[in-house]
């Protein structure tokens, strides 16, 4: 979400989203349902964003030692230990506007 509303803000067309847990495609597709608090809010965000920005889904698998991967698997584990849970785009969004 962070990289789609960025992207957005900064004047890009389009934004390239690795993933390696396919629900990330699927729930912003509509493929899949979202059932939860947390996969409702990142549908509907993402519903909303690619009317605004191409968002292009590019599949990456899972635990197979690529650099990028690992190293986003380890940044979100820590951010969700060490941090407050799953922050508000929109907050960090006012937070750092200039």
Do not use: C
């Not at 960025?6 to 495609?25: K, M, T």
């Not at 509907?44 to 635990?63: D, G, N, T, W």
């Not at 060490?82 to 750092?96: A, Q, S």
Request: net charge positive.
């Amino acid at each position: 979400m962070y990289a789609v509303q960025w992207a957005f803000e900064n004047g890009y067309s389009s934004v390239v989203i690795h993933y390696d847990y396919e629900g990330i495609e699927k729930w912003a597709t509509g493929v899949w349902s979202a059932k939860n608090p947390h996969t409702k809010k990142y549908a509907a965000f993402m519903k909303r964003m690619q009317e605004k920005i191409e968002v292009i889904f590019q599949k990456v698998k899972a635990h197979s030692g690529d650099f990028y991967n690992e190293r986003v698997d380890k940044l979100a584990k820590k951010a969700l230990v060490e941090g407050h849970g799953i922050p508000d785009v929109d907050v960090y969004r006012e937070k750092n506007r200039k």
